[in-house]
């Protein structure tokens, strides 16, 4: 798409931020594995109509979104977390890159553009699923925010400001890593936002695979390109928040589309 017809809207983006489970890595696969794994013995199974409602969730809500399907198995919460975290540490080290990923990373870090990660995992998963992946994740220089981060942890120590993350599909995460991470003001995630504000939470662009990702990423002002599993395209889906586009993979993106320089090749 010729830079003379990029929507106005999409003209303004500075920065982006990634989702990182089912968008960057291949892990939403294990998830589904090991849930399944854990759930056959009581004759249960976790179907795409149950998923979709907990993908992108903090650990814990997930887990309680999940079991609620299922009332009649004796699997408690904490029985089933820890069960999973067993079986998922010894995997989370094998996790793939999804296709598209290296390529768009390195392009807008060989150009500058701003980019942070932004994920509801925690951050001892995160570095589980990272660490045979530094050739892609070291380019964001430790510019990311895990569901379980305090103020403390992240780079500045949040300014002196205490804050809890609170989970997609609320906005919290994104609003946190572009005003942390990227020196953005975007303001609160809870509180009022003026003119600047807005105009600035709309520089960003999201990447995002679930449903309360999207949703978190409209519900942040920002500009959202959806890259769903395609069995999410079937589910049923009320809510008001829309992406700005949908693609099959992050190799279909095109920068150009959204101001941004694009690909050489």
């Known amino acids: 798409m010729a830079n003379d017809i990029i929507p106005p809207t999409r003209r ?70 820890t069960e999973r975290t067993i079986i998922q540490d010894q995997l989370w080290p094998t996790v793939p890159l999804l296709p598209g990923v290296r390529k768009l990373v390195t392009h807008l870090k060989s150009h ?33 925010v895990c569901g379980d981060d305090a103020a403390s942890d992240l780079p500045g120590g949040g300014n002196g400001k205490e804050f809890v993350i609170r989970g997609k599909p609320e906005p919290d995460v994104f609003l946190v890593a572009a005003r942390e ?26 990447f995002e695979d679930s449903l309360p990702g999207m949703q978190a990423g409209r519900r942040a002002g920002m500009h959202v390109v959806w890259v769903p599993d395609s069995s999410l395209l079937d589910v049923e889906y009320n809510g008001e928040e829309r992406a700005d586009q949908l693609l099959k993979s992050l190799e279909e993106f095109r920068p150009e589309e959204w101001g941004l320089p694009p690909y050489s090749d």
């Open 181 to 206: 991470l990227l020196g953005r003001d975007v303001g609160e995630p809870q509180g009022e936002v003026n003119e600047k504000q807005t105009e600035e939470r709309a520089k960003g662009l999201v």
């Open 12 to 81: 303004q983006i500075e920065y982006v931020l990634f989702d990182m489970d089912g968008l960057m890595l291949d892990s939403e696969r294990i998830y589904t594995r090991v849930t399944n794994q854990i759930l056959a013995p009581y004759g249960a199974e976790m179907t795409w109509d149950i998923k979709a409602g907990l993908m992108g969730k903090p650990e814990r809500a997930a887990a309680e979104h999940l079991l609620s399907f299922f009332p009649g198995i004796s699997l408690t919460i904490e029985s089933y977390l």
């Open 112 to 144: 500058n553009i701003q980019i942070a990660v932004a994920t509801g995992s925690k951050r001892r998963n995160f570095e589980l699923k990272t660490v045979n992946h530094q050739d892609v994740f070291g380019l964001f220089e430790g510019k990311v």
